[in-house]
């Protein structure tokens, strides 16, 4: 009887452990970036103040078991480095592809945290691409240098063109 219980609670265990390897995979599917850190280390001030950053940003921290992180990211198709996954670790989801690493990175100058490695746009990252990553501005902020970029010419033009009615007049 004893024996059978047990078995019970097992399958209960798997059933739940398959549940959040669902969850997880839902949201590295969904998510622009999804950046895996060491927080060891930190005191629930820091780890909280972090929170707080990453909120403001549109990002989701969570404290997951590296084999539901592992299967999750396998199970979406996302090859990430076993390696990268040992020890205490956390997730960051976020809708855009920069602002989680340029959180982290910034919060990482001051305090102690490690980013281990992620996932930006499908792609499984190491640490050093998404510190390169992070110093680039968000993509609102490409759009913006793409568009000042496209206006120059135009611009140069348009002034090119009144300097010569001004000068006919």
């Not at 490409?142 to 568009?147: E, G, N, P, Q």
């Amino acid at each position: 009887k004893i024996f059978q219980e047990a078995k019970t609670m097992n399958e209960a265990t798997i059933a739940k452990k398959q549940e959040m390897v669902e969850v997880v995979s839902e949201k590295m599917a969904n998510a622009g970036s999804t950046v895996f850190v060491d927080y060891l280390g930190l005191t629930v001030a820091e780890v909280t103040d972090l929170r707080i950053k990453l909120r403001a940003e549109n990002c989701e921290m969570k404290v997951i078991k590296n084999n539901i992180l592992r299967r999750a990211a396998e199970k979406v198709g996302y090859g990430v480095d076993a390696n990268s996954l040992v020890g205490p670790s956390a997730a960051v989801f976020s809708e855009d592809e920069v602002a989680a690493s340029k959180v982290l990175y910034t919060f990482a100058k001051e305090h102690k945290i490690t980013v281990k490695s992620g996932i930006v746009g499908g792609v499984a990252t190491d640490a050093k691409d998404l510190e390169q990553l992070a110093k680039l501005p968000n993509k609102l902020g490409m759009v913006s240098m793409l568009l000042s970029v496209m206006q120059a010419p135009v611009r140069g033009l348009a002034c090119a063109i009144k300097a010569v009615s001004e000068k006919n007049e």
